[in-house]
């Protein structure tokens, strides 16, 4: 069995050019458009579905494989530019969940031509005490794309932020999820051969796990396996009493999910992963159960039901403008899923 | 000749808190060498620039203030890898999550501002703003490697890149007030061509955001008959929509109230009358809010104007000001000083006095 992949130059590269890109739910092109130059070249099958999904296969080098689904969103959470007043001054509406707490003093980027806006904050010269206490509403901001700016009502927009690589950390917009596609593309492209490789790149994620439900149908697989971000909250508590919430935690490896809001992972995978952990000496850690969601909320009910498990790579400050993960857990979590695929047997999900 | 916009963009990115202006000063002097004849810094840190005028000694002497320290954040406490803050200058906390930020540690390490997630806040707190002490820096470091390269009392600035908009506007962190450190530079470029009969101290001021520590101590060491503060101004836009913002982009504003003196006004306005540069009036019942408060108390006290650069988001990252201003800034004091006249002094007087001299 040939090694696991190894996250290098070439990989962070391409992250990055994930990461910068931008791709609001519902509108994912510029994503879809690297993922396909990544992956037309080495799939048996490619097509691209009718909500914006991109299915690729590659089909197994043995026969009786087992159909394995591995599904990732290309969506970032963002904005819609919903009315316009004078001088280049737009109100607009979030699309997913963002604390508008986030949004005050915020260089964004505007439609698909990237225009540059701000968004803006009342000078605190001219706010009162009591006015401090209350968060800045989000009907009180406007995208200000300059006085002559072009833009228009739809546009997406989203923070401005370009990835970089610091210390041990990759600092950026949209980890969440480029992580995981970035992932999928480089198990892709070093598919092991016992598998047929069902890749999804998955749409609108972000609102309501609505791409995957319909490549879930599509595929029709024997399981899934989703690879998503989520938040390590490994942050002092304000009374710095012990962090018992912390969810996840970075350097720890990739978290395996156990139960979310809208799944039930199923034991067979989470075991298998695990088992595989521990065979490979590869760090993992389980995610502590709670909230949240990735599309294996969907997935796991498409037809008469497909095991299902979520595996993500730690991060913090998710759907904000900067979400800071750490090297070594990607680098597990495409080791750990890569030792996990090339170990599935058709007993796997007969345990 | 220096490009002012290049340059105006070199200077937002430059570091210079307040109390800790060197890097921008160095900056500055490097522009304004060749374009004066003398330059030195204060005890406290203001460069002074001075353009010898053509008058016969003594000559007359005005002072353009332009104060040049940025508004920013410092460590308090290293906890955990992660940097507790305070504010330099006045900072709603409410701006601060996820603002990308340099820290200016034993090296310059790039950062975010963190808001703790709601789950590791008291109830009471979640979902509101969250005061400056209880959000943090993170640098994306092991913690060993924070607690090595950085203590309190570091500083750290804004790194929001200075971006550039359709309609001759530009956008980024310390527009206040690099603006008008540019248009102070446009001026020195202007009078190159120029014979003024005044001595001309050009003055990037000093700890403006925290005391006006710039604006009193210059003007008492050069003792000009004319003391003008370029700064900035609200603009009208988001959040500003009353009496107190000044249109973008439809020319700077010059100020009025017991903060300036009228002759000084007048005669300003009266030249942008004539030379047709747009402005508008700005109103100052009280504290002109600039370098101009201090200087006009300074030794017996001075004739001070107030020069304003409109501009929307003031103390955020993301300020933003109309090029065209800042060009018409400078073009008005350079106008302004060249026609100023050796006698100008006499002229500079109250309503209801005697005229001088007579």
């Known amino acids: 069995m040939k090694p696991a992949p190894v996250i290098g130059a070439d990989q962070i590269a391409l992250l990055e050019k994930l990461c910068n890109a931008v791709a609001v739910s519902g509108d994912e092109g510029e994503v879809r458009s690297i993922v396909l130059e990544e992956i037309k070249p080495?799939?048996?099958?490619?097509?691209?579905?009718?909500?914006?999904?991109?299915?690729?296969?590659?089909?197994?080098?043995?026969?009786?494989?087992?159909?394995?689904?591995?599904?990732?969103?290309?969506?970032?959470?963002?904005?819609?530019?919903?009315?316009?007043?004078?001088?280049?001054?737009?109100?607009?509406?979030?699309?997913?969940?963002?604390?508008?707490?986030?949004?005050?003093g915020k260089p964004v980027l505007v439609g698909r031509s990237h225009t540059a806006g701000i968004i803006g904050a009342r000078p605190i010269h001219l706010t009162t005490a009591e006015e401090r206490e209350h968060t800045i509403p989000l009907d009180a901001?406007?995208?200000?794309?300059?006085?002559?700016?072009?833009?228009?009502?739809?546009?997406?927009?989203?923070?401005?932020?370009?990835?970089?690589?610091?210390?041990?950390?990759?600092?950026?917009?949209?980890?969440?999820?480029?992580?995981?596609?970035?992932?999928?593309?480089?198990?892709?492209?070093?598919a092991p051969e016992n598998i047929e490789f069902q890749a999804a790149f998955t749409v609108q994620e972000e609102v309501g796990l609505r791409g995957a439900k319909v490549a879930g149908y599509a595929f029709?697989?024997?399981?899934?396996?989703?690879?998503?971000?989520?938040?390590?909250?490994?942050?002092?508590?304000?009374?710095?009493?012990?962090?018992?919430?912390?969810?996840?935690?970075?350097?720890?490896?990739?978290?395996?999910?156990?139960?979310?809001?809208?799944?039930?992972?199923?034991?067979?995978?989470?075991?298998?992963?695990?088992?595989?952990?521990?065979?490979?000496?590869?760090?993992?850690?389980?995610?502590?159960?709670?909230?949240?969601?990735?599309?294996?909320?969907?997935?796991?009910?498409?037809?008469?039901?497909?095991?299902?498990?979520?595996?993500?790579?730690?991060?913090?400050?998710?759907?904000?403008?900067?979400l800071v993960s750490r090297l070594s857990d990607w680098q597990n979590t495409v080791s750990l899923m890569y030792e996990a695929l090339a170990r599935l047997t058709p007993l796997t999900a007969e345990r | 000749m220096t490009e002012i916009t290049p340059f105006l963009k070199k200077l937002m990115e430059?570091?210079?808190?307040?109390?800790?202006?060197?890097?921008?000063?160095?900056?500055?002097?490097?522009?304004?060498?060749p374009l004066v004849d003398e330059i030195e810094i204060s005890k406290i840190g203001s460069l002074h620039g001075l353009r010898r005028g053509t008058a016969p000694e003594p000559r007359p002497r005005i002072l353009i203030s332009c104060h040049m320290d940025a508004i920013g954040l410092m460590?308090?406490?290293?906890?955990?890898?992660?940097?507790?803050?305070?504010?330099?200058?006045?900072?709603?906390?409410?701006?601060?999550?996820?603002?990308?930020?340099?820290?200016?540690?034993?090296?310059?390490?790039?950062?975010?501002?963190v808001l703790p997630p709601d789950r590791l806040l008291p109830v009471e707190s979640r979902g509101k703003p969250i005061d400056i002490g209880r959000l943090y820096v993170d640098v994306a470091l092991s913690p060993a490697e924070v607690s090595e390269k950085v203590r309190p009392g570091d500083l750290v600035s804004f790194a929001t890149t200075p971006v550039e908009l359709p309609g001759g506007a530009i956008s980024g962190h310390t527009l206040d007030n690099r603006a008008s450190v540019a248009a102070l530079t446009q001026c020195l470029q202007e009078l190159q061509h120029v014979r003024h009969a005044w001595d001309v101290y050009a003055v990037a001021s000093t700890q403006e955001e925290e005391t006006l520590g710039g604006g009193f101590t210059s003007p008492f060491s050069i003792r000009p008959?004319?003391?003008?503060?370029?700064?900035?101004?609200?603009?009208?836009?988001?959040?500003?929509?009353?009496?107190?913002?000044?249109?973008?982009?439809?020319?700077?504003?010059?100020?009025?109230?017991p903060n300036v003196h009228p002759a000084v006004h007048k005669a300003i306005k009266e030249l942008a009358e004539k030379l047709d540069i747009p402005f508008a009036v700005e109103v100052m019942p009280r504290h002109s809010g600039t370098d101009a408060y201090a200087m006009q108390i300074v030794a017996?006290?001075?004739?001070?104007?107030?020069?304003?650069?409109?501009?929307?988001?003031?103390?955020?990252?993301?300020?933003?000001?109309?090029?065209?201003?800042i060009s018409r800034a400078g073009h008005l004091l350079a106008e302004f000083i060249a026609r100023l006249e050796p006698d100008f002094v006499q002229q500079i007087r109250w309503d209801d006095e005697e005229k001088k001299g007579s």
Not at chain 1, 146 to 161: I, Q, W
Not at chain 2, 238 to 248: K, T
Not at chain 2, 305 to 325: A, C, F
Request: charged fraction near 20%; proline fraction near 7%.
């Open chain 2, 75 to 113: 460590v308090t406490a290293v906890q955990d890898g992660l940097l507790r803050l305070t504010e330099v200058g006045g900072v709603d906390p409410r701006i601060l999550p996820g603002q990308q930020v340099t820290v200016h540690g034993r090296e310059d390490l790039p950062g975010v501002i």
């Open chain 1, 141 to 190: 901001l406007r995208i200000d794309v300059g006085p002559e700016g072009k833009a228009k009502v739809g546009d997406r927009a989203t923070f401005a932020t370009r990835f970089k690589q610091v210390g041990p950390s990759l600092v950026g917009k949209a980890l969440d999820n480029r992580l995981g596609v970035a992932t999928i593309i480089e198990l892709f492209k070093n």
């Open chain 2, 225 to 257: 008959q004319i003391a003008v503060a370029v700064d900035v101004t609200f603009a009208k836009g988001p959040g500003v929509n009353d009496h107190r913002g000044y249109p973008l982009g439809k020319g700077p504003t010059l100020g009025y109230g």
């Open chain 1, 220 to 322: 029709n697989p024997d399981m899934a396996f989703v690879l998503d971000s989520t938040p390590a909250i490994d942050l002092p508590m304000w009374d710095d009493s012990e962090n018992t919430q912390y969810n996840t935690k970075l350097d720890a490896g990739p978290a395996i999910y156990i139960t979310d809001s809208s799944t039930l992972s199923d034991p067979r995978l989470i075991r298998h992963l695990a088992e595989t952990g521990e065979a490979c000496g590869i760090p993992f850690q389980f995610r502590q159960p709670g909230g949240g969601g990735t599309d294996a909320g969907s997935i796991h009910r498409v037809r008469a039901g497909v095991p299902s498990v979520s595996i993500s790579v730690p991060g913090r400050y998710a759907h904000t403008a900067v």
């Open chain 1, 42 to 104: 080495i799939a048996d099958e490619c097509h691209v579905d009718a909500l914006g999904n991109v299915l690729a296969v590659r089909k197994a080098r043995q026969p009786n494989a087992l159909k394995v689904m591995l599904a990732g969103h290309m969506d970032e959470v963002g904005f819609m530019l919903v009315d316009e007043s004078e001088g280049g001054l737009y109100s607009f509406e979030m699309v997913g969940g963002i604390d508008v707490r986030h949004l005050p």
């Open chain 2, 300 to 325: 017996e006290g001075i004739p001070t104007m107030v020069i304003g650069i409109p501009l929307r988001y003031m103390h955020t990252p993301v300020e933003m000001v109309s090029l065209k201003d």
């Open chain 2, 14 to 33: 430059m570091p210079g808190l307040s109390g800790y202006e060197t890097p921008v000063s160095e900056a500055i002097a490097e522009v304004w060498r």
